[in-house]
């Protein structure tokens, strides 16, 4: 059967949506890839745990490495001197993230160094999951309060766990699941637990030992800030790697 140009056209669109699709497909399949079970072992599994600084993320790669889930920075805080900011790969990390089936958390960057600011910093937060329409449905993990500068810390106890209980209570208020995250030894030094033990833990402590050195209970250990997860590594070739207790 002879093509007439009208049928010839319409095939042309046919062979160019046909090869648009493939390429599609193709990108997805190398970059995306498909859904991976959990992997599980001893009771926990491997997150990692992303920023800025980790570049463009190949989630295949990552998963390749039996790993589906991720905690991503959404933004950083305020103080005197800083009105606070998104992280400027969060919205591309959280689709992409998505598309892959990977399971998501996010944490914020603290700079507070008053309940005021902590308040704040909760607001601005809110509002970028809000952005982006993320509900306390969308999320696997928790939303972790991230207090590490050492200037707010030697504020004192009374303070750091003041501004830590007011940043996680507004996070609880809005249906998300808080989370507060910081050093071993920051954590025994200038955290009243008392105040802070109805939140779950992410403690970094960088050990060989099977566990970190912290007196109280945790659920998300940063064991590691130097792996190598293939697809998610820094210009200088490393990845921050937890352990979360399921």
Not at 51 to 56: A, E, Q
Not at 200 to 215: F, N, Q
Not at 229 to 240: P, Y
Request: charged share 25%; glycine share 6%; net charge positive.
């Amino acid at each position: 059967m002879r093509l007439n140009k009208r049928n010839k056209r319409e095939l042309k669109k046919i062979c160019l949506l046909l090869a648009v699709i493939g390429v599609v497909f193709l990108w997805a399949v190398e970059t995306i890839g498909f859904p991976i079970t959990t992997n599980i072992q001893r009771g926990r599994i491997q997150v990692i745990d992303v920023s800025v600084y980790n570049g463009r993320i190949n989630w295949k790669k990552v998963k390749d490495q039996k790993i589906n889930h991720a905690m991503l920075r959404i933004g950083s805080g305020i103080n005197s001197r800083r009105k606070g900011s998104e992280d400027s790969r969060f919205a591309s990390n959280y689709r992409s993230a998505s598309y892959a089936s990977i399971h998501t958390g996010v944490y914020y960057y603290s700079y507070a160094s008053t309940k005021k600011q902590a308040k704040q910093e909760a607001a601005h937060c809110l509002s970028l999951l809000q952005k982006y329409g993320i509900e306390p449905g969308d999320l696997d993990l928790p939303v972790a309060f991230d207090i590490e500068e050492e200037p707010v810390l030697k504020t004192g106890r009374e303070n750091v766990t003041g501004i830590t209980e007011t940043f996680c209570e507004e996070i609880k208020k809005a249906g998300f699941t808080p989370m507060i995250y910081s050093g071993a030894s920051a954590l025994k030094s200038y955290f009243i637990y008392d105040k802070i033990k109805d939140y779950e833990i992410w403690v970094a402590h960088y050990t060989e030992a099977a566990a970190p050195s912290i007196p109280f209970p945790y659920r998300m250990w940063q064991y590691t800030s130097s792996a190598s997860v293939e697809g998610a590594n820094t210009k200088q070739g490393r990845c921050d790697v937890n352990y979360y207790q399921v």
